[in-house]
């Protein structure tokens, strides 16, 4: 292929994951001409090494706390019952190959060229292939992710990256988790569960900085029930030893006991280096994310962005939905299609899960002072309270003004995760403490707490 002949297209889209298979396939529903360009699996960080594969290792987590009480509802468990690796994984990744195929199936199905190469902009129409393979088009769709961030600390090389995780193919015996957010917290649940003993260190003063600070504290004291150890504002200097004895130094020469493993959690960057953004006019921000307008229209209007390039609420559903919108805009004559950012719902995949739609209390209050109003329960699951474990629930309303218009929901225990999603359309939507109490309790259930707080 020469440089003078191009392929034309109406959209080309760099990066196979989420946003950008959204984007290609609601783009070729209105009738565009697309070609995708991914030169690793399809589905990016959330099919391979994200959010299916992470909930994997969380249900297998889950279950092995429930085996755990098992014995005390009267069934004959070993005494320790032994997870095989092997076939955890096997059955992880074929549900992850089913995925692949489904994607590959459903391009074909829509006419989309999938061409498995890395793309670079040589100028604001014109994509080149790492084969030369020049493909041309009225409009981009820039959805190329992220990455794990790494620390530039001496030693660095010796810690393995969230990404790592997913390789293991056993329990390491002592886990170094360094990072307080989500991604950590996650990490941290799911091994010390399923047999590692477990560390956090966090540069912050508590876990999960976005979160309501009531909600973290009552999770830290359940993973330090749990066994898991926390060591907050800590400074990171060096990370010595050799593989499977490491340890960590802090700033003031402070040396960690012996890990077999550290595993490195502290954020992600935008994979925006070497795809020609710059050469193609696009603007990126300090940490090198696309700038984007309310549209998704970077600084040069017929290239979009969406998902972790951009840096805005990097989640999965938020990614798809933006991809979605962006294309009903260019290519379905729907001229204001874009999403709301405001009040997305969210999940951390903690033990037990974490789930928030709306403004913590600290957000609240700096937003409408004395007319906050917080209302919360704490109690133990009925599964816990059977069992007589010291882990408990808290559930919290956060609400506004003389109506008490719920702002804020905030959820920590068993099937917070599951319960969460409802109640975000109804927060959405304008509710009231009085239509909680409106409704009729599930009992016995935990989610009916929310219905029954005053």
């Known amino acids: 292929m020469s440089d003078s002949s191009p392929l034309d297209f ?70 320790e019952p032994r997870l095989d690796w092997p076939t955890l994984i096997a059955g992880r990744q074929r549900y992850i190959h089913g ?99 477990v560390d956090l260190y966090a540069r912050s003063p508590r876990l999960l900085g976005h979160a309501d600070a009531e909600l973290t504290q009552r999770l830290q004291d359940n993973y330090r029930h749990q066994g898991i150890g926390m060591h907050f504002d800590y400074r990171l200097a060096a990370i010595e030893g050799d593989a499977g004895r490491l340890r960590l130094r802090d700033e003031d020469g402070n040396t960690s006991d012996t890990y077999a493993q550290v595993i490195l959690a502290v954020g992600r960057v935008a994979n925006t280096a070497g795809i020609g953004l710059e050469q193609a006019g696009i603007a990126l921000d300090a940490a090198g994310n696309v700038v984007v307008d309310a549209f998704q229209r970077s600084s040069v209007a017929h290239v979009v962005a969406v998902g972790d390039v951009t840096g805005q609420v990097t989640l999965t559903p938020v990614a798809i939905a933006a991809a979605r919108r962006a294309m009903d805009r260019v290519f379905g004559g729907q001229a204001d299609a874009r999403i709301d950012y405001d009040d997305i719902p969210g999940v951390v995949f903690s033990h037990p899960p974490l789930a928030a739609v709306g403004l913590t209390e600290a957000q609240a209050r700096e937003r409408h002072g004395d007319d906050v109003h917080v209302l919360r329960s704490v109690f133990r ?74």
């Not at 529903?29 to 099919?47: D, M, N």
């Not at 790492?130 to 794990?148: F, V």
């Not at 359309?425 to 409106?438: E, F, I, P, R, S």
């Open 381 to 454: 699951p009925m599964l816990q309270a059977l069992t007589d474990r010291p882990q408990h629930s808290l559930f919290k309303l956060v609400c506004v003004g003389e109506e008490r218009r719920v702002v804020g929901i905030h959820l920590l225990g068993e099937g917070a995760d599951e319960i969460l999603q409802g109640f975000a359309v109804a927060l959405k939507k304008g509710l009231t403490l009085a239509d909680l109490h409106d409704t009729m309790a599930i009992h016995p259930t935990s989610a009916e707490e929310v219905v029954l707080m005053r």
């Open 99 to 197: 995925i692949h195929a489904s994607y590959l199936r459903r391009l074909d199905e829509a006419g989309i060229v999938l061409m498995p190469a890395r793309g670079r902009l040589r100028d604001p129409h014109t994509v080149q292939c790492e084969n030369g393979t020049l493909l041309r088009a009225a409009h981009i769709l820039l959805a190329t992710g992220s990455r794990p961030r790494r620390l530039d600390v001496p030693g660095d090389a010796l810690a393995g990256i969230s990404d790592d995780f997913f390789h293991l193919c056993e329990a390491p015996s002592r886990v170094a988790l360094v990072g307080g957010g989500y991604i950590a917290v996650e990490l941290a649940g799911v091994l010390q569960a399923l047999g590692s003993r």
């Open 10 to 79: 109406d959209l080309v889209v760099l990066g196979g994951g989420s946003g950008g298979l959204a984007g290609a396939f609601r783009a070729a529903q209105h009738g565009a001409r697309v070609a995708l360009l991914e030169p690793g699996e399809l589905g990016g960080t959330c099919v391979n090494v994200g959010c299916v594969p992470k909930k994997a290792m969380w249900l297998a987590a889950e279950l092995a706390g429930h085996v755990a009480l098992a014995s005390q509802f009267g069934f004959e468990v070993p005494r």
